[in-house]
């Protein structure tokens, strides 16, 4: 299986930041990732697909990057609606897997 | 609009029986792969199966082979998962997810969730 590592697990920021979030994958998974945001009680919501493709709709401050084994979200200037939790996701091949999720927290 | 209702969640004691389902509307749901995810109390996101558009290709997380199954009606517009010999360690919120247009992977919508609680 493919493990999905993110770090950090808990990011602190203010409003105006600009932070970065890292996936690792233990194999290659060419851009085959895609990047969720999740509130608490409310389902994931997509973000960005083929590793740096944004989802309709989900505002420019966010994008993806890297191929291969590592990748990155960042949103370029934190707003109040961005602090939940984001998780990657591979889906190279089966079993699909998740990141263990970073939470970013004011 | 896209909308996924999941119901069919509860309480059910180690060992016992749920089927959960998942009704959909505002897309072709015929031509599209499903997939059921869940998320256990204060946990990350787990895939849990996916079905091709037909029904006919299914794929499960190991930890669920031989005891969940995943199926869909094309013509209800419904996917659903039955869920044998239920433990403790299946307590989760269970989402019902489509999967992009192009059968990608991933996913470009989600439900609301249906809680699921494997205890004695």
């Known amino acids: 299986d493919i493990q999905m590592t993110q770090s950090p697990s808990t990011l602190s920021a203010s409003v105006g930041d600009r932070v970065t979030i890292t996936c690792r994958a233990s194999?290659?998974?060419?851009?085959?990732l895609a990047w969720y945001q999740q509130k608490p009680g409310k389902a994931p919501k997509l973000l960005i697909y083929?590793?740096?493709s944004l989802e309709s709709g989900v505002p420019s401050r966010f994008s993806g990057s890297g191929s291969g084994t590592e990748f990155t979200l960042t949103i370029s200037s934190l707003q109040p609606d961005d602090f939940a939790t984001y998780y990657c996701?591979?889906?190279?091949?089966?079993?699909?897997?998740f990141g263990q999720g970073t939470r970013l927290e004011i | 609009e896209v909308q996924l209702v999941e119901s069919g969640g509860g309480l059910v004691q180690p060992g016992g029986s749920l089927r959960l389902s998942c009704a959909a509307s505002?897309?072709?749901?015929?031509?599209?792969?499903m997939s059921w995810v869940r998320q256990a109390p204060g946990k990350g996101l787990e895939w849990v199966a996916n079905?091709?558009?037909?029904?006919?290709?299914?794929y499960y997380v190991d930890s669920v082979k031989g005891r969940f199954t995943i199926s869909r009606d094309n013509a209800k517009n419904s996917l659903y998962l039955q869920m044998n010999s239920l433990r403790a360690e299946d307590t989760a919120v269970y989402y019902c997810?489509?999967?992009?247009?192009?059968?990608?992977?991933?996913?470009?919508?989600w439900g609301q969730g249906t809680p699921v609680t494997v205890s004695s």
């Open positions: 079905i091709n558009s037909d029904g006919s290709e299914k």
């Open positions: 194999q290659s998974i060419s851009g085959w």
């Open positions: 505002g897309f072709t749901f015929s031509r599209c792969w």
């Open positions: 996701q591979h889906y190279n091949r089966y079993p699909i897997t």
């Open positions: 083929r590793a740096s």
């Open positions: 997810a489509k999967v992009d247009y192009y059968n990608s992977g991933y996913y470009d919508y």
